[in-house]
Nanobody, 121 residues
Framework: QVQLVESGGGLVQAGGFLRLSCAAS????????MGWFRQAPGKEREFVAG????????SYADSVKGRFTISRDNAKNTVYLQMNKLKPEDTAVYYC??????????????WGRGTQVTVSS
């Protein structure tokens, strides 16, 4: 079992920035591909960004390319999502996810409880 805890959400103005963190329990963090997903009111949960276990493969949704950056620090069992140039349409609950795979995250095995990000106009 892997426990994931997100933090760093909040209220920001359009054009601002925010950094989300996801802390994972255990000593096998480096065996998991990690990712961020988000869900806005009335919308389906969607993929935002993913990073492989060794950070050799990184992917982003088209809507956030050039604005968001995912990274991981295996020594600290933590994944980050740096969000810049935020837009109102980025407003959602952001979830951290983990998958025991050597490739890209596709079907997460574990989920955090989410952190709210709200971007005002």
């Amino acid at each position: 079992q892997v426990q994931l805890v997100e933090s760093g959400g909040g209220l920001v103005q359009a054009g601002g920035f925010l950094r989300l963190s996801c802390a994972a329990s255990g000593r096998t963090f480096s065996s998991y591909a990690m990712g961020w997903f988000r869900q806005a009111p009335g919308k389906e949960r969607e993929f935002v960004a993913g990073i492989s276990r060794s950070a050799g493969r990184i992917s982003y949704a088209d809507s956030v390319k050039g604005r968001f950056t995912i990274s991981r620090d295996n020594a600290k069992n933590t994944v980050y999502l740096q969000m810049n140039k935020l837009k109102p349409e980025d407003t959602a609950v952001y979830y951290c996810a983990a998958e025991l795979t050597m490739w890209d995250i596709t079907t997460p095995n574990y989920w955090g409880r989410g952190t709210q990000v709200t971007v005002s106009s």
